[in-house]
């Protein structure tokens, strides 16, 4: 089986102005979620919200996240599929008072016409009429019909709540969260959605039928059918409240070995080439073994308890059943009730036992698929550190001028990756960011992007401070050729028009014939329709960055990042990246992250990054002539390009 609240105010005025998150609302870093080595006790965390939202009930009514998604408010069609199963309900209900009825009355008239000639064929007639009404003339069609439209509706809007509340999370959260753990977790979350049908549309009849049949039955009889009725409904909901506690602890342990191997499996499958450089195909195998077993094994015990369960439920129902019969026969034995009664008294007791069956495992089922939501209710309710102010105008890019000043930053506070960072890139300047490992170049870039929100100064396009415009227009101002791009599992060409929707073949052609790629691209078997694997495996290094850098030819943007995309390349290919890099260039702001500084000695601005500071900026002929850390680095790579050229000339 498997389906926000803001705390409060702002602790600033600055983190109000750019929406900092509030303090009781969980952030997208993904330490509330949890990580590959250690995970969520979820019983420890429904006791821990219980005391925050201060007791049960509370801790269900945070579970109303999800009634939007649920109940089809906003969906005139939908609503009219759910009268009409409201209606089917109710006809139903009618139905399941009458038809055991009239059994009853049908019973009585052939005992009391025997060997006189009689026959009931107008009772007979009306007791097919109810059947038919029920069945034939469409009553359970119209309820089956309903109801898989509106399961269909619910898991549509929760699986895509889920995914568009994914999506909009910031990097913090999608860098420390776990793939395979996240599917599944929106997987089995998204069962909430049968609650509607379990609880509205099953439990709430199935109760109405208990109550109607206890009713009945008692009238008919008398206060002692009405006491084994009230004990042994009783005793049943004991056994299955008491189960449930044991099935709920047995379930958690289920969902977990569930999750963990289905984190496994996603986990080799999509590394599967470096289980396969480092020859641990074996150990993949049996590292996926084990979690299987373990998940068996919770599965098996999940399963037993329930047998378990349901197996003393039904010892209490055949018991109770047993009495009512003794009961219903003596009566008629002293002549008190007719035969009839007996047979209804079979009739009636299925609509007992089956709605205190449904009951049971409407409570089952409902503490399970709230154990299977609570990752979901976690995921649902974490908020991006990035997002939209209220007030948040489009950006518009007038020159594409870019001033950082004195901008700040920290992943974490004890260790701030940028201090006091100022530079300006003028209109179609190329700026090039230097410096070694770790000194802070990607995560100047970061920011640009606004993956992340500087924590001191500011940064502004045109004027305009990126944290007072839309995200949506922010980036649709960049064009990025990551260091390592990624492709979808598609075609080249679909793949190439990600950057540009609307574009159409002649434009993707030109795009790649600016990125140098379009004859390599022609030259294989399918061309443009070649699927390029996973993750885009099938091409080599230059060949995906040479698509990259057509996509942002296709985009056409006013500002392009280049981090570092020519650092995994020979020197053949990166010549030949350079000259695309050259031509994407031209007329547009470029900021270059740069790991060869003889790919950069172009620019217009160098700026040397050391420890999260700016320790330099100038030209490259400027910063030879300081003799600084630029001019050591610069004469630290040349000796070793020398060097390696030596080398292969040697060879």
């Known amino acids: 089986m498997t389906s926000a609240a803001e705390g409060s105010a702002s602790t600033s005025d600055l983190e109000s102005q750019y929406g900092s998150l509030r303090s009781s609302t969980k952030q997208d870093d993904g330490s509330e979620y949890g990580s590959d080595e250690e995970d969520y006790d979820i019983k420890e965390l429904q006791k821990m919200r219980m005391e925050e939202e201060g007791g049960m009930w509370n801790y269900l009514k945070s579970f109303l996240i999800f009634l939007p998604y649920i109940w089809p408010s906003n969906d005139r069609w939908m609503q009219l599929w759910l009268l009409a199963m409201l209606f089917s309900i109710g006809i139903e209900r009618v139905l399941t008072l009458l038809i055991p009825r009239q059994l009853g009355i049908i019973t009585d008239a052939l005992v009391n016409g025997a060997g006189k000639g009689y026959f009931p064929w107008r009772e007979l007639l009306v007791w097919g009429c109810l059947h038919f009404i029920n069945i034939s003339v469409g009553v359970e069609l119209l ?52 609650l509607l049908e379990t609880i509205v549309f099953g439990a709430g009849p199935m109760l109405i039928d208990l109550v109607i049949a206890a009713t009945y039955l ?81 599965e098996i015990a999940f399963w037993d308890i329930s047998c378990y369960i349901d197996t003393s439920q039904s010892f209490v129902m055949a018991l109770g059943l047993l009495s009512a019969c003794f009961l219903a026969a003596y009566r008629i034995s002293q002549g008190t009730a007719p035969v009839g009664h007996f047979v209804m008294l079979l009739t009636y007791w299925n609509l007992i036992e089956e709605p205190l069956g449904h009951l049971a495992w409407t409570y089952r089922h409902t503490a399970s698929v709230l154990i299977s939501a609570e990752r979901l209710l976690q995921l649902l309710q974490t908020k991006p550190t990035v997002s939209d102010r209220a007030d948040a105008k489009p950006l518009r890019v007038s020159e594409g001028r870019v001033d950082f000043t004195d901008v700040s930053f920290a992943y974490d506070p004890r260790k701030p990756a940028l201090r006091d960072v100022s530079l300006t890139a003028l209109p179609g300047q190329t700026v090039a960011l230097v410096g070694q490992t770790g000194s802070g170049k990607s995560t100047t870039l970061k920011l640009l992007f606004r993956f992340y929100d500087v924590t001191g100064g500011s940064i502004a396009i045109d004027g305009q401070d990126v944290r007072d415009v839309t995200l949506d227009s922010l980036r649709e101002a960049f064009g990025v050729v990551p260091q390592d791009p990624s492709l979808f599992n598609r075609s080249i060409m679909e793949n190439l028009k990600y950057a540009r929707l609307s574009a159409s073949d002649a434009d993707v052609y030109a795009a790649c014939r600016a990125a140098a790629i379009h004859d390599k691209i022609v030259s294989f078997p399918d061309g443009y329709a070649s699927k390029v694997g996973e993750r885009g495996v099938r091409l080599s290094g230059g060949e995906l960055q040479r698509i990259a850098i057509a996509r942002v030819f296709l985009k056409d943007p006013r500002i392009v990042l280049l981090d570092e995309a020519t650092s995994a390349v020979d020197s053949s290919t990166e010549a030949q990246i350079q000259g695309a890099f050259a031509r994407l260039s031209a007329g547009r702001t470029t900021f270059v992250i740069a790991h060869r ?26 910063l030879l002539r300081r003799k600084g850390k630029y001019a050591q680095l610069w004469s630290k790579q040349i000796s070793e390009e020398a060097e390696e050229r030596l080398i292969d000339c040697e060879d």
């Open 143 to 194: 309820k089956s019909m309903a109801n898989t439209r509106i399961n269909a509706y619910t898991h549509k809007q929760l699986a895509s709540a889920a995914f568009n509340h994914v999506m909009s999370l910031s990097m913090n959260y999608h860098t420390s969260k776990s793939s395979g753990e996240l599917l599944k977790a929106i997987e089995q979350g998204t069962e909430v959605g049968s």
């Open 218 to 298: 008692s009238s008919v009889f008398d206060g002692y059918m009405a006491l084994i009725i009230i004990t042994t409904s009783l005793t049943y909901i004991y056994f299955a409240v008491r189960g449930n506690k044991f099935a709920v602890n047995q379930k958690r342990e289920y969902n977990e070995a569930s999750r963990k191997e289905n984190d496994v499996l996603y986990d080799a499958v999509s590394n599967w080439q470096t289980a396969a450089y480092n020859n641990r195909r074996k150990f993949e195998q049996e590292r996926y073994l084990k979690a299987l077993e373990r998940n068996t094994s919770a």
């Open 597 to 622: 500084l003889s790919t950069v000695v172009n620019a217009d601005l160098i700026v040397v990054v050391e420890n999260g500071e700016v320790i330099e900026k100038g030209s490259h002929a400027e």
